[in-house]
């Protein structure tokens, strides 16, 4: 293991320090290729030192099991927010439903209102009615028996 300062690549660069997320060297620091990536596995040359000593078998456990708790709590959190989003797109839809409701219910009551008044309209019609043939009975009546 070499500690020189600023050590260059085979790439031309000064290697950069990172850290281990494999199975075997979780949290594990290392120094090396600037171009390395981890998640496809590519690197710039081979450049490669190991910062940190070797982990112990209990803190490889610790921090893997550290890790895989934290995927799940991500994983956990992440179905929670869809969740969430998922009542808040409910509940709009509900309130628009509810919004929708109360122009038709408006609607509905403005019509039982005319009709109501048309009726009212009917009632008082009838009443003159009455009203006017009551008085050419009782005219008549008197015309007659008089
Ligand atoms: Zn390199």
Not at 31 to 39: D, I, M, P, V
Request: with cysteine; glycine share 6%; hydrophobic share 35%.
């Amino acid at each position: 293991m070499s500690h020189q300062k600023a050590k260059i690549c085979g790439c031309g660069y000064p290697v950069v320090q990172r850290t281990s997320w494999t199975h075997e060297n979780p949290g594990r620091k290392f120094k090396g290729c600037r171009f390395y990536n981890f998640e496809t596995g590519q690197r710039g040359c081979d450049a490669f030192d190991w910062v940190d000593e070797d982990i112990l078998e209990w803190q490889k456990d610790v921090t893997n099991h550290l890790l895989s708790e934290k995927q799940r709590l991500a994983m956990e959190m992440k179905i929670i927010k869809g969740r969430a989003e998922f009542m808040e797109h409910e509940m709009k839809r509900l309130n628009e439903e509810h919004e929708k409701m109360k122009v038709k219910y408006e609607k509905m009551r403005k019509k039982a209102e005319g009709s109501s008044k048309i009726k009212n309209e009917h009632v008082y019609i009838l009443i003159s009615l009455c009203a006017i043939v009551s008085v050419v009975v009782s005219a008549l009546y008197v015309m007659v028996f008089a």
